[in-house]
Each structure stands twice: as structure tokens, then as C-alpha cells.
């Protein structure tokens, strides 16, 4: 236990310390591995105070009774306005009050105590994490970017937003020279976004190359679009590290990722999706630029060697993060969460693995060391489940109770009649960010 930890303990005349909260008998992920044996998982305050084999003692009590602690999940990549409604004033603001709080209620439910939006209006994304930090709005914890930088006429402007262009000049920032791509990072950098995301391409072809026509449902007849020009891109990594920034990039073909990495990028959101990764060399450069690869198998499955690419990366020992791609419109936020852990697995990796990506992995991209590991002196996100995650990734499901900033966010074995919760402050772990 922390020095810090052990003087807030509060201790009982002749006996040992009493904690705010303890879950007892359990079996714990720490975020990297599956712990021998059951514990006792100690909270004070808003941090993990000790993870201990022997019995400890709380002002409050919950007996997993064999289940399992883990670390809160994190979902490193969502879009979290929903494009296909907000186009003006108006509807932003009807967004927010009567759909926005529902939204962040089904992550909490799902078990996803951090998600970051990497896309978002923002003034508005900036505004709900003031709010959540606040406790005047419940939700997880919220890291943004603000908007995705693209070149001009680049992924999304010219695609999801090419109809919507009220949204498209807030969702997104296009810039056509180095100036505007610095200024624009170093506006963001003084809006303390938490990182910085650039689209390098969507799927077009590379520099030189055949001409490539971004492909939906929504978009039947393709869309050419413009890449975001090396210069601009190196530009933009640079000013977001002047400004100790994490600079990831949307990439999704060989040649993109390895432009990217060798720019200076510190993660690739998607990675390689539309084409096999043959290039053994750009593994190895990943691994030599200690990057992150974020695969958003949710929805990147449709491209047939999106898995076989992830599983490659992984069983090279490439830093991965879960990030869904989780957008407003189809699914359920939290629930696409769940589903991307599942794919992941899928591809080849391990539960175990998959859980480590989603806990102390994302919490690696997202420049976050209090989150996504249970062991003292970290953030107390927690989730007590009631089967075993490691043995199948789909008893992420099987939720009993989440635990946000060391207080209560929600307890469904109380709603199945499992015995009394332990009380929570009426903020309901919101207030801290």
C-alpha cells in the first residue's frame, strides 16, 4: 500500500486498517495478467489502496464470492456526436440534451469506465468533458482530441460530412499547408485536447499511385479524395510533440502506416485493413517506433485482412490498443465495445490479451499509467465480474458490478438481489477526471 494510501486508512484502536470499500475474495486481472489466487481489493477514495491476499477490512464490504476483478475498460477510439443528425445549432444542442447523457450511460452499463473520442465537434466534445470532470453530467471518464485533422477534401470532409457542411467544419479541420496544419495543432494543444489524431488517408491510394474511390453504402459511387501531403503530415506530428501531445494517425494501407511511423507517429488508428500485410519490415519498424496499433475491428471486419493483419502484429509483439470505431447510429455504445473485444479474439489473440489491450494497453495510448491496472496508487475503475474473462472474453458480459473513481456507477447484482450495494455519492464517480 502507498504511503499516501496508508495515512488515509483509517484504523481502528488496536486493529488493522479499515478502507472505504473492499471487494473480497476474488480473483483479479491486474491489467497485464491473471493473479494465482483470490484477493482483497482495497479502495480509499479515488485510488486502489492495496490488493492483498489476506483478508481486509471496509467501512463498506462486497463479497465477489470467487468472481473477478478487473480494470475498467477503456475504448481508445469512438465518435460520439451522431453525424447523421447534428447539422446546425439547433440540432447540436438537441443532441446534447436529450440524447448525449442516455449515450454515456450505456458505457458505464456495458463496463467501459474511459473512452476517447477521436473525431468529434470541439467545442462541443470539449464542453462534455468539462462537464463529466465536473460531476454535473454522469458519464466515464473522457478523453478527446477534438476534431480529426485531414487535408483538404480528405477523409471524412469530403466523405461523411460531404452533405453536412455545418458539421464538417466543426467535426473535422482540413488544412492545405504546413502553417495552417501547426496552428490548427497548436489551437487544440491550448483547448487542452488530450491528443492529437491526423487522417493521413481513408483508404485512398498512395502518393503516386492509382487513383482510389473511398467505397460505402452510403456512398455508392465512390468518392476520390486527397491525401494529407507528407509535408503537412510531418508538420502536424512535430507540433503535437512540441506540445508533449500523443499524435496518432488514421491509416489503412502498408504504405500510409509506414509514412505514418517514419513521420514520427506514436500510434495508427485502424493499422492496415485493406490490403495483407506482407511487408515483415514495417512490423519490425513498428516495433522499433514502440508503436500502438489500434485495429477498430468493429468496423473494419468487412475488409477481409483485417484480422489476419492484427493477429500478425500481435503475435509480433506490437503494442495493442482496443479501440471500436463506435459511432452514433448503429449498435449501442459500450455494447460495440464488447463486440470488438470479441472480434479481436477472433483475429487469434488470446482473451488475455485482449483484456490487457483493453485495460493497461489502451490506458499505454492514451498516456494514462493511473488507469487500467489494479494495484495500488492506480485510479479505482473497477469491474467485478462474475465469471472468468480470461477463460472467455464474452463474460465481460456477465457484469456485476463498475466502480469509477472509487465510487459506485452501477450494480446490477443489487438489481438480481445479490444483497445491498455499498453507498455512493450522489455524483456516482463523474467528478473526477
Keep these: 500500500m502507498s504511503q499516501e494510501s496508508a495515512a488515509i486508512a483509517r484504523a481502528e484502536p488496536g486493529g488493522p486498517a479499515t478502507y472505504d470499500l473492499v471487494i473480497r475474495r476474488a480473483h483479479v486481472f491486474d491489467g497485464r495478467q491473471a493473479l494465482a489466487g483470490l484477493y482483497d481489493v482495497a479502495v480509499n477514495g479515488t485510488e486502489i489502496a492495496s490488493v492483498s491476499a489476506e483478508p481486509l477490512k471496509g467501512g463498506h464490504e462486497v463479497d465477489a464470492a470467487g ?77 478527446a482530441t477534438g476534431c480529426g485533422i485531414t487535408g483538404r477534401d480528405g477523409h471524412p470532409a469530403a466523405t461523411v460530412f460531404s452533405g453536412n457542411p455545418w458539421a464538417r467544419e466543426r467535426f473535422t479541420g482540413e488544412v492545405d499547408s504546413v502553417q495552417q496544419i501547426r496552428d490548427l495543432v497548436h489551437h487544440l494543444a491550448d483547448r487542452k485536447v488530450d491528443a492529437v489524431k491526423l487522417l493521413s488517408e481513408g483508404a485512398c491510394a498512395h502518393s503516386g499511385g492509382p487513383t482510389y474511390l473511398w467505397r460505402n453504402p452510403a456512398f455508392p459511387d465512390g468518392v476520390a479524395l486527397e491525401r494529407l501531403p507528407l509535408d503537412l503530415l510531418r508538420a502536424g506530428i512535430e507540433a503535437g510533440h512540441e506540445r508533449g501531445l500523443r499524435v496518432t494517425v488514421h491509416t489503412t494501407q502498408q504504405a500510409a502506416a509506414r509514412e505514418a511511423i517514419e513521420a514520427g507517429a506514436d500510434g495508427l488508428e485502424h493499422g492496415v485493413t485493406v490490403e495483407p500485410l506482407t511487408d515483415p519490415s514495417l512490423i519490425e519498424l513498428m516495433l522499433e517506433h514502440d508503436i500502438t496499433y489500434t485495429p477498430t475491428l468493429w468496423i473494419d471486419d468487412a475488409h477481409p485482412d483485417a484480422r489476419d493483419n492484427l ?111 455499498p453507498a455512493a455519492s450522489p455524483q456516482q464517480g463523474g467528478n473526477r477526471p
Design 67 to 143: 468472481g473477478w476483478v478487473v480494470p475498467g475498460l477503456i475504448d481508445t477510439h469512438i465518435h460520439f456526436y451522431d453525424v447523421r443528425t447534428v447539422s446546425d445549432a439547433d440540432s447540436l444542442r438537441a443532441f446534447e440534451e436529450n440524447e448525449l447523457p442516455g449515450k454515456l450511460e450505456s458505457f458505464l452499463d456495458h463496463g467501459i469506465t474511459t473512452i476517447k473520442s477521436v473525431g468529434d465537434p470541439t467545442d462541443g466534445i470539449l464542453n462534455t468533458r468539462a462537464r463529466i470532470a465536473a460531476g454535473t453530467l454522469r458519464g466515464p471518464r473522457l478523453l
Design 311 to 421: 493477429e500478425k502484429v500481435a503475435e509480433a509483439g506490437v503494442h495493442i490498443a482496443l479501440g471500436s470505431d463506435s459511432f452514433g447510429g448503429r449498435g449501442l455504445f459500450g455494447a460495440n465495445t464488447l463486440e470488438e473485444a470479441g472480434l479481436m479474439v477472433a483475429a487469434g489473440m488470446t482473451p488475455a490479451q485482449v483484456l490487457a489491450a483493453a485495460t493497461s494497453g489502451a490506458a499505454r495510448q492514451c498516456v494514462r499509467p493511473d488507469l487500467g491496472t489494479v494495484a495500488p496508487g492506480k485510479r479505482a475503475d473497477l469491474l467485478v465480474l462474475n465469471a472468468d474473462p480470461t477463460a472467455d472474453i464474452g463474460n465481460l458480459r456477465d457484469l456485476g458490478m463498475v466502480i469509477l473513481n472509487g465510487e459506485l456507477a452501477v450494480d446490477k447484482r443489487w438489481a438480481r438481489g445479490e444483497g445491498r450495494p
